[in-house]
């Protein structure tokens, strides 16, 4: 039967990739266009004056090409204050480093997403779906550097008062960017996934995965390489997926290491021996000095790549706070069979589009976050024992405009206490998530919920903030601590049916009308 629903997904994903989506470009003026931005005046200010013929296309090449120059001038800034760091904290040049690196793949994202709508007034739908993305980084980007400034220097100091004014003006000006361009280009087609992913093919044949070269990690010297980060700086980088995966096996081991995959190393694969096997482990944390960005044992920002068979873990320990094991900014990337543990932040699902399968994920508070359009599918997630006093809260979701495609859907997975909260008291609280942003959005579906789930399900963040903005649901889950009838009654919060749930499977919510050749893996959503 899997095998039924894959051939009739792939020859329907064939047809979907080969139609172009075209919109009727009539004539606009700025002030019909930017009714529907969440910035109508910032937007009026950025256009151009009302010029006969112009269209919807024409103002959001505009405002992609003007987002792009306020983000070339916003870098420029920020390296200014980074050539001269005598009178910096060594937090605030971190926090400034971070913004920097953020802010630079902002100009590779919207310069890209200029790129792609280059002249044209129709994109196939995979493209729009790949700009959407882009454009939906651009803000989480830009708000993670606004985050971290904030919480590393003074609000009386010189670099805020001058960086986070025009950190929130651009932030209005690429929301304006991303409204227009869903306006012009993005299609609002249903997509009807056909069956839960089944399988994911890393044999030989038809179904395999590609490999252009693979080499060995092994501690003992009888491999390549004796330290994953020697084995990641040797690979090559590659501008699509068609030359093959670049495989690191990692043998059996405790890599004391800081890892980062780099976005210009894509279609790499990483393979351990197995979860508790293959351990790969850092302790950096915000109250040693580390930014929770930078905090992350295991980096990720190559597009496309896949692990399999690690574990990888964050040892800082709940009095450390925000210390993140894997930050996860790698679009179309994924994880199998794989461990993440730690206690605040452990799963820093950061942006564009990632897939866990078959994963753990060990945490305390917000242990997992961040703005991506992320699917846990077949995890055990295992809430563990926090400080005195703190309660649990599983997801921190941070989407921050309406317009954005992002998420965290939480299907067919297993939620039951960690063996430290199993044998404590019981008097600790777990959520399903609170809403750190104003757009949150979290779907449960079809998941094993266990006593612990506080009857309430949700908390909130601080007072009302985002209680009625917010997207939290729940489908078809079991287990008892399941039951939605003592659920919170915020407006942002929803008991739904599979018509709305199938929205957020994995081929509807993360792949789209991808069929990723390059991998040969049909990622495949869908209700059964």
Same mark, same amino acid.
């Given at each position: ?80 204050? $980074? +050539?001269?760091?005598? =009178?910096?904290? /060594? *937090?605030?040049?971190?926090? !400034? %480093? ?5 802010? &630079? ?29 882009? $454009? +939906?980084?651009?803000? =989480?980007?830009? /708000? *993670?550097?606004?985050?971290? !400034? %904030? ?5 009386? &100091? ?371």
């Amino acid at each position: 039967m899997a095998s039924m629903h894959s051939s009739t997904c792939i020859f329907s994903l064939f047809l979907i990739f080969h139609l172009s989506l075209a919109i009727p470009s009539t004539t606009s003026s700025p002030d019909t266009v930017c009714r529907s931005t969440p910035f109508p005046s910032v937007c009026k200010s950025m256009l151009p004056g009302n010029q006969p013929g112009s269209t919807i296309h024409d103002y959001g090449r505009f405002s992609i090409r003007r987002s792009l120059a306020t983000t070339q001038n916003l870098l420029s800034l920020i390296n200014s204050y $980074l +050539s001269n760091q005598n =009178t910096l904290s /060594q *937090t605030a040049i971190r926090a !400034l %480093q971070d913004c920097q690196h953020l802010i &630079s793949l902002n100009l590779d994202f919207l310069s890209n997403a200029s790129q792609s709508i280059g002249f044209t007034d129709t994109l196939q739908s995979s493209q729009a779906d790949d700009t959407h993305t882009l $454009l +939906s980084a651009v803000l =989480t980007n830009q /708000q *993670t550097c606004s985050d971290g !400034l %904030q919480v590393a220097t003074l609000p009386s &100091s010189a670099i805020q008062n001058a960086l986070l004014t025009p950190l929130n003006n651009g932030n209005m000006m690429n929301s304006v960017s991303l409204a227009l361009f869903k306006q012009g280009w993005a299609h609002n087609e249903a997509r009807h996934g056909r069956g839960l992913l089944t399988q994911l093919f890393f044999g030989g044949g038809a179904g395999g995965v590609n490999v252009s070269q693979m080499v060995v990690v092994n501690q003992d010297g009888s491999g390549n390489f004796t330290n994953i980060t020697a084995a990641v700086a040797a690979a090559p980088t590659y501008s699509s997926g068609s030359n093959g995966y670049f495989v690191i096996y990692v043998v059996a081991g405790v890599y004391q290491e800081y890892v980062t995959i780099t976005k210009n190393q894509t279609y790499l694969m990483m393979i351990g021996d197995g979860i508790n096997h293959t351990i790969i482990t850092g302790n950096h944390s915000v109250a040693d000095g580390w930014t929770t960005f930078n905090s992350a044992t295991f980096v990720v920002e190559g597009q496309g790549f896949v692990a399999l068979n690690l574990t990888i873990r964050n040892t800082a320990g709940p009095q450390k706070f925000q210390a993140v094991a894997l930050r996860n900014d790698a679009d179309l990337s994924t994880f199998y069979n794989c461990s993440f543990e730690g206690y605040q932040d452990t799963l820093y699902t950061h942006s564009l589009r990632q897939f866990y399968r078959q994963c753990d994920v060990y945490g305390t508070v917000d242990f997992i976050f961040g703005n991506a359009a992320t699917v846990l599918q077949d995890c055990n997630l295992y809430p563990r024992l926090p400080l005195l006093g703190q309660s649990n809260t599983i997801t921190a979701q941070g989407k921050t405009d309406i317009n954005q495609n992002t998420g965290t859907s939480i299907h067919n997975c297993s939620i039951t206490a960690a063996q430290d909260l199993a044998s404590s008291n019981g008097t600790t609280q777990t959520f399903l998530g609170r809403p750190w942003k104003l757009y949150s959005t979290v779907v449960y579906m079809q998941s094993f919920m266990d006593y612990l789930i506080n009857p309430a399900g949700w908390a909130p963040w601080s007072g009302d903030f985002a209680l009625n903005t917010s997207y939290y649901a729940e489908y078809n889950n079991y287990g008892p601590g399941s039951n939605t009838s003592n659920r919170v009654t915020w407006l942002g919060y929803h008991v739904i049916g599979a018509t709305d749930a199938v929205n957020f499977t994995v081929s509807n919510f993360i792949f789209g009308d991808h069929w990723l050749p390059q991998t040969k893996v049909p990622y495949i959503g869908g209700l059964m």
